[in-house]
């Protein structure tokens, strides 16, 4: 519409005979439309970009809070540290909003890695061909409990201080006194709230 030719929008004068009109005003009037549609597609893609910045930002603290929170339970348990480093490496592969909304469901994919990288250090234990691994399975149940218990609580604090301290952003409108007129402008902008 806005790229179409100004003299699709005029009706000739005189039955054609007088192909002498001027557009200009007509133009002029499409170009003003045409840059506050550029103006609102420009908003919308750095409103886009913000909301990409802030989402990034908040992966990046969840995914030190559950590293740190696995470090914290399993020094606490008492797992062998080239546990610990397998449970923080499978831990961080993990993506964050793949288990975000509930962090403990044994069904999403960091608890069921988790207890995956359990499993195969016991199996690549000394003596793993003994059927006794009893202490260290133990240590494992104990370490999920406590995982369990303070991972959620952990990662729903961190969320809603983000939430805190990062508001939402939304639409303003606002009406202004245009100075080279007597008439009131309305403003569209973003703001954080």
Do not use: W
């Amino acid at each position: 519409y806005l790229a179409n030719p100004v003299t699709t929008h005029v009706q000739s004068a005189e039955q054609h005979n007088q192909d002498i009109n001027s557009l200009a005003l007509i133009s002029a009037r499409k170009t003003e439309e045409a840059l506050e549609i550029m103006k609102l597609m420009l908003a919308s893609i750095l409103t886009a970009l913000c909301q990409a910045v802030d989402l990034r930002q908040l992966e990046e603290i969840l995914v030190k809070v559950v590293v740190d929170v696995i470090s914290k339970v399993s020094d606490e348990c008492g797992l062998p540290e080239s546990m610990k480093k397998e449970l923080v490496n499978a831990a961080g592969g993990i993506p964050v909003y793949s288990y975000l909304e509930n962090p403990c469901d044994p069904s999403l994919p960091l608890l069921s890695k988790l207890r995956q990288t359990c499993l195969e250090c016991i199996l690549r234990s000394p003596g793993s061909n003994e059927v006794s691994h009893g202490p260290l399975v133990d240590k494992i149940r104990e370490f999920e409990a406590q995982l369990m218990s303070e991972l959620e609580a952990e990662m729903t604090a961190t969320r809603l201080s983000y939430e805190r301290t990062h508001p939402a952003i939304t639409t303003v409108e606002t009406a202004t006194q245009d100075p080279s007129s007597d008439g009131l402008v309305l403003v569209t902008g973003f703001a954080r709230y």
